[in-house]
């Protein structure tokens, strides 16, 4: 109230002086140009000028409530096309979901250009697109997604890896996570995807690298994680072992590289000594496996590695044989261990003790391997009728349905 009055106040005083200079002199203008001559008193010119800002004011005023009319009655308006997107947006991720890509695609990308936050319509368009196998325009819908929307460069990144992915562009996708990983190297799925993508293409070697970082980042639970890591250290050693070398190479060196990096609480673990044996046996350093096999089975005593060790060749094969019988007294019905016995009489060439074993291994357990080796013990000694049977056994055995095992490791014999 106070103000409104101060106002009035002043408005009444402005007006008071404005009358008084009036009176004081009428003032005089005079503009002159060429032949164009304008005169009047200085109050008329002033008038004038009020006039004319009055009347741009005006001008402008209407232009705007045009202009604001405009976008209620044009049907290409501002809220038409909002109302557009809109729609397009509701079908796109409809047919997305339906899998009708290429109507997804064309709704989609309709929505994104319209929308002012594109991000989701982009994304749902470059997957479309990849269906339809329009690779290159799928990566373009990408790139727009991130020129339009660059803070979120991680979910578009994330999404063209699951794309590359898809389309088996292996190398690409694991150059794609990569980048990603040297900008946000905790992202938890980024690691996640790697992980599942070295998987998928065998690359045991990076995936034992990335095992620290995904234990550290928790992107598993920990006894999948602890699963996969022997896992994966169990076939980058097959896999080591598998790898063709130079001839001037020492055979044994990518294996060895490979044990010696593995964790230390692992190289304890039967499974992982297990895979480093057979490597050495395959590899001939027979010798070494059964030192390596020895120092395991006197930590643990373990049936992986007692088939492996009936099969591997000592610098000494009857002290092999002792040791392996020392065993016996403790599992005396193991047909895996009756087996390796076998297996050790033979090359001790002690052949009735082989063949007791073998008979024993078999009266407990019938399997294709002790049929095979009691038949050739056979073969050797004369009874071929018998070696006959036996071999038609292991046959029929070996066609048999194979049961599942708790400890599905092979052990491939050289």
């Known amino acids: ?34 032949r164009f001559r304008y005169e009047s008193s200085f109050w008329v010119f002033l008038a004038f000028i009020l006039c004319l800002w009055l009347l741009a004011v005006l001008l402008r005023t209407v232009l705007v409530g045009l202009h604001a009319s405009g976008v209620w009655i044009n049907p290409w308006s501002r809220r038409r096309r909002a109302q557009r997107a809109e729609r397009a947006a509701r079908l796109g991720a409809r047919e997305l979901a339906e899998g009708q890509w290429s109507a997804a695609l064309d709704h989609l990308r309709l929505a994104a250009e319209h929308d002012r936050e594109p991000l989701v319509h982009y994304l749902g368009a470059a997957r479309a697109a990849s269906e339809l196998g329009r690779h290159d325009e799928s990566d373009e819908l990408l790139r727009k997604a991130e020129a339009r929307e660059p803070q979120s460069a991680v979910v578009i990144a ?14 690409a996708a694991r150059a794609t996570l990569l980048r990603l990983l040297e900008q946000y190297p905790r992202h938890g799925y980024a690691l996640t995807l790697l992980q599942q993508l070295y998987v998928q293409l065998e690359d045991w070697t990076a995936l034992c690298a ?75 350093a027979s010798a070494r496996a059964e030192e390596l096999l020895s120092a395991a089975l006197k930590r643990q005593y373990d049936e992986r590695l007692v088939e492996l060790y009936g099969m ?24 895996v261990l009756l087996l390796a016995l076998g297996r050790l009489s033979m090359r001790n060439q002690l052949w009735g003790k ?8 078999l009266r407990f357990e019938q399997k294709p391997q002790t049929c095979a080796e009691l038949a050739t013990l056979l073969a050797q000694l004369g ?6 049977r036996l071999y038609q056994e292991g046959f029929g055995l070996l066609a048999a349905p194979t049961p599942v095992q708790s400890h599905p490791v092979p052990l491939r014999q050289a």
């Open 158 to 171: 994330l999404t063209q890896a699951q794309l590359q992915i898809d389309r088996n562009q292996y190398d």
């Open 210 to 284: 990335l095992l620290p970082e995904l234990r550290k980042q928790r992107v598993l639970p920990a006894e999948r994680l602890d699963a996969l890591e022997r896992l994966a250290w169990i076939a980058a050693l097959e896999q080591a072992a598998d790898q063709p070398v130079a001839p001037e190479a020492d055979p044994i060196a990518r294996l060895d590289e490979r044990w010696q990096a593995a964790p230390s609480g692992l190289r304890n673990d039967p499974a992982l000594v297990a895979a480093y044996a057979q490597g050495l046996h395959r590899r001939g």
């Open 1 to 34: 109230m106070k103000r409104t009055v101060l106002v009035s106040v002043l408005i009444l005083l402005g007006l008071g002086f404005l009358g008084w200079a009036i009176a004081q002199s009428t003032g005089y203008v005079l503009i002159t140009y060429g």
């Open 354 to 361: 082989a063949r007791d074993y073998l008979e024993a291994s």
């Open 312 to 335: 591997v060749e000592g610098r000494d094969p009857a002290r092999q044989l002792a040791l392996a019988e020392g065993w016996l007294k403790a599992r005396p019905e193991s047909p």
């Open 383 to 388: 009874e071929s009728e018998r070696s006959n």
